[in-house]
């Protein structure tokens, strides 16, 4: 998925296998990279996870299923029933979350404004 300069990121999967950051790169996925301690403030103060989310959560990356944990992050964090995902889909790749996450507000704004909403097939 090329960025808005035309690079390419990393798939989730591949930030995963890698498993850490090399040189003075700040990449890397919490869910891999984080201590459990630190996840869960992170998790509790920027997505405002609560604690019966956060022991499966905590679960999931416990038992490195680290796309469904980020994939229920999503969904919590933008109040999505649990399995619904990002239209039926899990995270696979940081653009991704960050698309979705901008079609689900933009598409809430248009609710809120009584204006039709389309949501985009992906």
Do not use: E, F
């Given at each position: 998925m090329p960025t808005n300069d035309g690079l390419w990121l990393c798939r989730c999967m591949q930030i995963i296998m890698e498993r850490g950051q090399k040189d003075m790169q700040c990449h890397g996925c919490p869910f891999v990279t984080f201590a459990p301690e630190n996840l869960q403030t992170a998790l509790m103060s920027m997505y405002n996870v609560g604690s019966q989310d956060m022991g499966e959560i905590?679960?999931?990356?416990?038992?490195?299923?680290?796309?469904?944990?980020?994939?229920r992050v999503w969904e919590i964090s933008h109040g999505v029933k649990k399995g619904a995902g990002l239209d039926g889909e899990s995270v696979t790749h940081p653009n991704l979350y960050a698309a979705k996450s901008r079609e689900f507000e933009k598409a809430l704004t248009k609710e809120e404004s009584g204006e039709d909403v389309v949501m985009a097939e992906g």
């Open positions: 905590l679960h999931l990356v416990k038992g490195q299923h680290y796309h469904v944990a980020c994939t």
